[in-house]
């Protein structure tokens, strides 16, 4: 058995991107792992303050209260054993508001601590929401607007436009910043693992509608993120994963439909390229170097 | 940035109201929505100056119609930072500076060649657009006027720069929507083609390189849009830049001056 290892693992993403439900649903699925592969608590961590009342919410099916800048969460681990290669880490893994990586656009810096964690880094999982619009929706000429399009309420050609602020851009360009504040903070490479979050919707679209293969889905809606990271993949090795950690909506019908599989784990869907299993560790195995096929990298 | 890494620097110029910042912001447009497809992104610098030239084109913005904040003589000699990698060739990195001339400095760099002089993207810029306002050139009061300002530029700058054989020129007629859907579409074409003829006889030996291309960056018109056009300028920034030999000459062993030692008397 090898001796355990200290890993930091920061989870970033802007605001409603599911990094909450990622790492409560984490710490269910750790406790009943049904993959003889993935990884596994090796015990509680002392200070579970945090994590133990948002678990019960989590097993409940309630909604995740948002996380708070102005009171960040206190910190805590998880403990995690890999009985495949008796690798035994605990993980730090600070739950940051995404207020805090919006601000980093506005205020052109990340906190102290923030900074200091991702030097000590194994790995980022960055998380966007599969619902979430990476760009702005452009403009067309009056001329140009077809009729389907007109279905919808026009533009009017008179409306006073609101002044641009720092703010108002777009999530890509948000998170493509927030990499490249990461990358002079870095003096190695770090695994990036792309997280799309409430990858339920996508499961439940019809078909042909959106790629439902999570790089692909990437290489789509995400355009200028999925090649910042491809021209640096030097600094940024990184791999997709569709995620839903929650496994679906927030209505009474969903909520009872969630509750009633027997497992809470079943609740969480994993998809990386062709794989699909509830196993939220992955994306976990492969920063750390334990998934196996590991240069299978989809991007 | 330019003295840590090699940088093709680019100069946008024209008129006001030519179309010089739209066609800056729909390069990034074209970046954010994945149009490019010979070149990726690979980061930059000035992401939100990116942002700010395009959000009067967004739903977001609240505005009834596209439209781009032009810019302004206070913001003269600043640049747009984009750094991409041709998709043919990953492991290369090119590192480009844009800026635009505000349309306002125009009418005095055309006039004065000491306010010429002053631009320093004029001395350094590597490739050169200049904005032919087709919304000038369909209205025939304006047209000679926007001729003689595209010639009248470019002289200028053949007189400011050291070797306007390292530029690339490139010709844009901007706003090509205005001609496509005009009743009078083959004359203002022909028209088009009189002042690249013009152009191209008095410059093509002038400079290092001379191209002509129609753009429409915001067409009011679906069928007008120019996106494979943009694309092939923006891939001209990208090429090899033309090499010029180093001089032959060997050093005098006995000068009769010191910095005559390379052949002055």
Redesign the interface.
């Known amino acids: 058995m090898s001796a355990p290892h200290e890993s930091e693992i920061l989870l970033v993403g802007l605001t409603g991107t599911g990094k909450t439900n990622f790492l409560v649903g984490l710490d269910v699925v750790l406790e009943y792992q049904a993959d003889l592969n993935g990884l596994v608590h090796s015990g509680h961590a002392d200070d579970r303050a945090y994590l133990q009342p948002l678990r019960g919410q989590w097993l409940r099916g309630e909604d995740l209260e948002h996380t708070s800048r102005q009171a960040p969460p206190p910190p805590h681990q998880l403990l995690v054993h890999h009985p495949a290669s008796g690798t035994h880490a605990t993980f730090h893994i600070p739950d940051l508001a995404g207020e805090t990586f919006d601000a980093q656009f506005a205020t052109r810096s990340i906190p102290r601590e923030f900074g200091l964690r991702l030097q000590q880094a194994t790995g980022l999982i960055l998380f966007l929401h599969c619902k979430h619009q ?11 607007i ?1 009729a389907e399009t007109t279905a919808k309420t026009l ?8 002044e ?1 602020s ?1 703010e ?3 999530k ?2 948000k998170l ?2 927030l990499l ?1 504040f990461v990358a002079e903070l870095l003096s190695s490479p770090i695994r990036v693992a792309v997280v799309i979050s409430a990858w339920d919707h996508l499961d439940q679209a019809p078909a042909g509608l959106e790629p439902k293969e999570p790089s692909l889905f990437l ?2 809606k995400w ?2 993120l999925v ?2 990271l ?3 993949r030097a600094t940024f090795p990184f791999k997709t994963f569709g995620v839903s950690a929650r496994g679906g909506g927030t209505s009474p019908e969903e909520i009872e439909r969630l509750t009633n599989l027997v497992h809470a784990r079943d609740r969480v869907i994993l998809v990386d390229g062709g794989h699909r299993s509830n196993d939220l560790t992955r994306p976990v195995r492969w920063l750390l170097g334990l998934l196996e096929n590991p240069d299978s990298s989809n991007g | 940035m330019m003295s840590s890494t090699p940088v093709t620097m680019v100069l946008c110029a024209g008129p006001q109201w030519a179309g010089k910042t739209t066609f800056l912001a729909r390069i990034g ?1 074209m ?4 149009t490019f497809k010979d070149f ?5 610098k000035t ?2 100056a ?3 030239v ?14 781009t ?1 032009r810019t302004y003589r206070a913001e003269k000699d600043t640049f747009f930072h984009i ?3 041709p998709a043919a060739k ?1 492991e290369k ?1 090119i590192d480009l500076l844009i800026t635009d001339l505000p349309g306002e400095i125009f009418p005095a760099v055309l006039s004065t060649k000491e306010i010429c002089d002053e631009q320093l993207a004029v001395s350094r810029a590597d490739h050169l657009i200049f904005f032919v306002d087709c919304g000038s050139i369909i209205d025939k009061a304006k047209r000679h006027s926007e001729r003689d300002g595209a010639v009248g530029f470019l002289s200028q700058v053949q007189k400011c720069r050291h070797e306007p054989a390292r530029l690339q020129v490139t010709v844009v007629f901007s706003r090509w929507d205005k001609i496509t859907a005009s009743d009078y579409q083959q004359e203002h074409d022909d028209y088009c083609k009189v002042i690249e003829n013009d152009i191209r006889q008095r410059f093509v030996s002038v400079f290092g390189g001379l191209f002509f291309d129609r753009v429409a960056a ?5 069928a007008s849009r120019t996106n494979p056009e943009i694309q092939a300028i923006f891939g001209r920034w990208l090429d090899e830049r033309p090499s010029f030999p180093l001089p032959t000459v060997s050093r005098n062993p006995k000068p009769a001056r010191d910095f005559s030692a390379f052949g002055l008397p």
Do not use: M, Y
């Open positions: 990476a760009e702005h929706e452009l403009l067309e000429h009056p001329t140009i077809d533009p009017n050609p008179s409306a006073q436009p609101t641009w720092i108002q851009s777009s890509q360009v493509v910043d490249q290489a789509k355009p200028l090649q910042f491809e021209c640096n | 447009e970046f954010r929505n994945g990726r992104f690979a980061g930059s992401l939100c990116f942002e700010r395009t959000w009067l084109a967004t739903t977001e913005s609240g505005a009834g119609q596209p439209d904040k750094q991409v990698q990953a990195t915001r067409p009011e018109s679906a």
